[in-house]
């Protein structure tokens, strides 16, 4: 009884562990990996379009994100395949198989069959279906091998079928950037230089026009590619930029100018001695500028304008004497000031012939109106204390050249011509001391028998000043 | 036999009911996956590239199926702790561990009675025995048969488990991959802006 019944217990034991492995063994089957296995398993064994399908269920049922990325690339692959089996029947097919592949492997075999369609359009000169194919390759495929032979090919219909040259030196710029030196980079070069000197022409006439960021924008570009000789091109953008400084300098826009003769003699390094010439010129004018400055005794922009120079030229010698020029100006300024408040003070007790010398000394290193004045008082006063009814007498013959003289004689000319000779009285010049010192009264009578002119004036010797007392001395001197 | 027989043409029959003709036409379909155009095509092939630069890191950090399951399978619950799933693998080795000793504890009973019974001398004490040996031994393969299906349901949830843990270190790469702007890609450094 015993052993029946053992054996029934291991019975019972292997059953369950039967049954446990059928478990475990169903459960994996229903694993996701499984499914992705499956599709693998179809590629390999060439069941493309059953690994497609599968994949297509795939994604939507399978949660696990990875597994259907790898399931995608199994699908991209899968549909390759089958473009290269249908390229074999129809190419149509195998475009859209390619396409469905959305791989740059497929990429590079729908690039082929474009390519075998473009050369067919050629061979029938049909270059707009030539376009198509080649603006269809570089959009789509722009890392296919072929981009370079496109971009050559599309360089030539433009300039040859359509005469677009801005396309064509726009797919140039990209062809050189992307595959320079590539052979057929180098092949578009010798086609591209053909459109050079119009763009350069172009250029000037922008540069003529004033648009210099325009024509620099034209000549940098040229400059970028090897269409032309760095030299030749090299000209052109000095001489635009040194052109660009003379309307800067016309405009008085000195510093401007100077940065741009500067930018110039790197382009142009033959043509130094030129644009240093015409730097030279421009700090000569910053210097002229400087001197009026001083002149109108504004030393900080004197000195600003100077400075300038130094911007342009380190120590150029102009510069430099003109500073010290103004710091001689400036020190010949206080010491005249000084010299001239001694000639205030000599004067104010009297010495007047010392106060003459020192307004001399300060007129010589800084001549202004007062000094002037103060000179001229001096003397004056000095003349007047050695003769001052001589000085007075002069002072009236003196007067405007004569003046009063002459009006005086023309009265009694016309005075002659209406009254006789001895009905006219002549008083002749009086000079009366007057009450101020330095100071005459100086009368002239005419005298007829119906009329009368009493002339009189009041002279400063001081000043020389003549003042008319009454109404008809002060007609005669108008 | 019949039976079976009659299952297989109902089955052949629903094969050729449902069957669909292949249509090359809608199978090349340019625009199946919704790509209008080349750009369009473009960018899922961009996203695509992305992702497959992704899985080999996914490959290293996801968790091998197998492996987990061999764990599960040796200790229950070990698996569901490898996953990052603590509570259920704290559950299925309590839930083992406890049905197994139970299961255990009676066993040895069953053992100890029948003991008394195989040394017995007298007919009652050896039916009396052989009774008492009985019952502890049915309770012993209860638990035991329920310790089995516990083990069977930790190595179904283990495979759960895994393929849920893959799948969210697959969405924390991508939720990574696309909020870093600076991506360090075959072709070179990737910045975006």
């Known amino acids: 009884m015993n052993l029946p019944k053992r054996a029934n217990i291991i019975i019972s034991m292997t059953k369950i562990r039967y049954l446990i492995l059928l478990g475990i063994l169903m459960l994996l089957g229903a694993c996701e990996m499984n499914r992705l296995r499956s599709v693998e398993e179809h590629y390999e064994k060439g069941r493309y379009a059953a690994a497609i399908q599968e994949t297509d269920d795939m994604i939507l049922k399978t949660k696990n994100r990875a597994l259907v990325t790898r399931a995608e690339l199994v699908r991209s692959n899968s549909y390759h395949q089958l473009g290269l089996i249908a390229q074999e029947r129809s190419t149509d097919l195998a475009i859209r198989f390619f396409k469905l592949a959305n791989s740059p492997a497929a990429d590079k075999d729908l690039a082929k069959i474009y390519k075998a369609r473009l050369m067919d359009a050629a061979l029938t000169d049909d270059y707009e279906t030539q376009l198509e194919y080649i603006s269809t390759i570089l959009r789509e495929m722009p890392a296919s091998e072929l981009v370079p032979e496109m971009m050559q090919r599309r360089i030539n219909i433009y300039l040859d079928r359509l005469g677009d040259s801005e396309a064509a030196w726009q797919d140039y710029m990209d062809l050189f950037d992307g595959y320079e030196g590539n052979s057929h980079e180098t092949v578009a070069r010798k086609t591209i230089q053909r459109i050079v000197p119009n763009k350069i022409a172009y250029g000037k006439r922008l540069a003529e026009a004033k648009y210099y960021n325009d024509a620099f924008t034209v000549y940098f570009e040229l400059a970028k590619y090897p269409v032309i000789a760095s030299d030749e091109i090299n000209e052109i953008i000095g001489n635009t930029y040194r052109a660009q400084a003379e309307d800067l300098l016309e405009a008085g826009n000195y510093s401007e100018a100077e940065i741009f003769l500067r930018i110039a003699l790197q382009y142009v390094p033959h043509q130094r001695s030129q644009i240093e010439a015409r730097m030279r010129g421009i700090v000569d004018i910053f210097i002229v500028q400087g001197d009026n400055y001083v002149k109108q005794r504004n030393y900080e922009q004197a000195t600003q304008s100077y400075q300038r120079v130094f911007e342009i030229i380190p120590d150029y010698k102009p510069a430099l004497d003109a500073i010290q020029r103004m710091h001689t100006a400036q020190d010949n300024i206080v010491r005249a000031a000084q010299l001239f408040a001694q000639a205030e003070r000599a004067e104010a007790s009297g010495k007047v012939a010392d106060a003459l010398s020192l307004y001399r000394q300060a007129d010589a290193l800084d001549s202004t109106q007062e000094t002037r004045n103060r000179i001229a008082i001096s003397q004056n006063t000095l003349e007047a204390d050695r003769n001052p009814l001589a000085f007075a007498k002069k002072i009236v013959n003196e007067y405007r050249g004569g003046l009063l003289n002459t009006r005086i004689n023309n009265r009694k000319q016309e005075l002659q011509t209406r009254y006789k000779k001895n009905e006219i009285r002549d008083s002749g010049w009086k000079f009366l001391h007057s009450t101020s010192q330095y100071k005459y009264e100086v009368r002239y009578d005419l005298i007829t028998p119906r009329e009368t002119f009493l002339y009189v004036w009041q002279v400063n010797l001081k000043d020389r000043s003549i003042i008319p007392l009454n109404k008809i001395s002060e007609d005669l001197m108008k | ?193």
């Open chain 2, 1 to 193: 036999m019949k039976r079976s027989l009659l299952t297989l043409i109902i089955l052949v029959a629903a094969c050729f009911a449902f069957a669909q003709r292949f249509d090359i036409e809608a199978f090349s379909d340019t625009t199946k996956y919704g790509w209008k155009d080349y750009s369009d095509r473009s960018l899922y092939r961009q996203d695509l590239l992305e992702r497959q630069e992704l899985l080999h890191i996914y490959e290293m950090e996801a968790n091998s199926m197998w492996d987990a399951v061999i764990k599960s399978a040796v200790v229950p619950g070990w698996g569901q702790f490898t996953n990052k799933a603590p509570t259920k693998g704290s559950i299925f080795l309590a839930s083992e561990l406890a049905l197994v000793g139970v299961s255990l504890y009676f066993y040895d009973r069953s053992l100890y009675y029948y003991d008394k019974y195989m040394n017995a001398n007298q007919v009652e004490d050896i039916e009396n025995y052989y009774n008492l040996a009985l019952a502890p031994r049915q309770y012993s393969m209860l638990f035991l048969g329920s310790a089995a299906l516990v083990w069977a349901y930790n190595i179904f949830d283990v495979i759960q488990v895994t393929g849920e843990h893959n799948a969210r270190v697959w969405e924390r790469l991508m939720e990574k991959h696309r909020s870093s702007r600076v991506n360090f890609t075959a072709n070179g450094v990737e910045v975006r802006f």
